[in-house]
């Protein structure tokens, strides 16, 4: 039997049913929402996405649907804090086409990194993470210097195991530890001049997605080859998709390249 948008909103209000919950369906645009009765805090999802995760994965794609849209939920219906959870909060990378302010008009607090990435701010809430906007700020009277301080802390003390290849003699490192902030890493300053000290060529860093950082010693012309096209698959590929542009990490600076085939990268104007 077919999967249509009609059967999955079924199917969502059976598993989703709930006295605290509202949900809606907009046929013109095929989307499904559910939101607190109370509040109106809610997620819409793209039913025509989940049709076609359902026709490839069967029943566990709506588990995992139902396990995203009910975790969402609860964080949205709680209040959380700053203070005593300094040790939860991290920073995420995001591409610079990512929104700047929460669904509920809420400006949420960033810096700037490089021409292809921001900087966000996360509480890690186990399962998930909120990202952090300014009235959680002026609630807490924290300054940004603050959280990027704290943030930065953080993430210098997550491990950096990573995954070695060898590929026509450039080496690629691979740090994917799953733990949301596998691209975070390339904020570490002491791991990649680490990294930098132990190259025998380039140094070259990319973060395609949330899910995993790649480090490159370059030593000839074809790795910056093997490393556009790594980089444009995971970035194809990635549930939080950052950027498919790599960078060469030099004089503590991280530069946009643009890779041309067969040529040392040209640096990005913008970089």
Do not use: C
Not at 51 to 64: I, L, M, P, S, W
Not at 89 to 95: F, G, L, N, Q, T
Not at 237 to 242: D, F, M, N, S, V
């Amino acid at each position: 039997m077919k999967m249509t948008s009609i059967k999955m909103k079924k199917i969502l209000d059976e598993r989703l049913a709930g006295p605290e919950y509202k949900t809606s369906y907009k046929r013109d645009e095929d989307s499904y929402r559910i939101e607190w009765k109370e509040t109106g805090q809610g997620i819409t999802i793209k039913l025509p996405n989940v049709v076609a995760k359902y026709n490839q994965r069967g029943d566990a794609a709506v588990d995992e649907l139902e396990d995203h849209i009910l975790e969402a939920l609860r964080i949205m219906n709680e209040e959380h804090n700053l203070s005593g959870m300094e040790k939860h909060i991290y920073p995420v990378i995001r591409a610079t086409s990512f929104a700047m302010e929460t669904n509920a008009g809420e400006k949420l607090v960033h810096k700037e990194h490089t021409a292809e990435t921001r900087v966000y701010y996360a509480l890690d809430l186990g399962k998930s993470y909120r990202l952090i906007d300014e009235s959680l700020l002026v609630k807490e009277g924290w300054t940004e210097e603050r959280i990027d301080q704290i943030a930065s802390f953080n993430v210098r003390s997550l491990e950096n195991d990573y995954k070695k290849d060898t590929v026509a003699e450039n080496e690629f490192y691979f740090v994917a530890k799953q733990d949301g902030y596998d691209a975070s890493r390339i904020l570490n300053e002491a791991f990649l001049e680490e990294m930098a000290a132990n190259a025998k060529g380039e140094l070259a860093v990319a973060v395609p997605h949330q899910d995993v950082l790649i480090l490159a010693d370059i030593q000839n012309k074809t790795g910056y080859d093997i490393l556009a096209q790594m980089t444009m698959k995971f970035f194809a590929e990635g549930r939080i998709p950052i950027t498919s542009l790599p960078f060469i990490y030099e004089d503590k600076k991280l530069d946009p390249v643009f890779i041309l085939a067969k040529n040392r990268p040209e640096k990005n104007e913008k970089g």
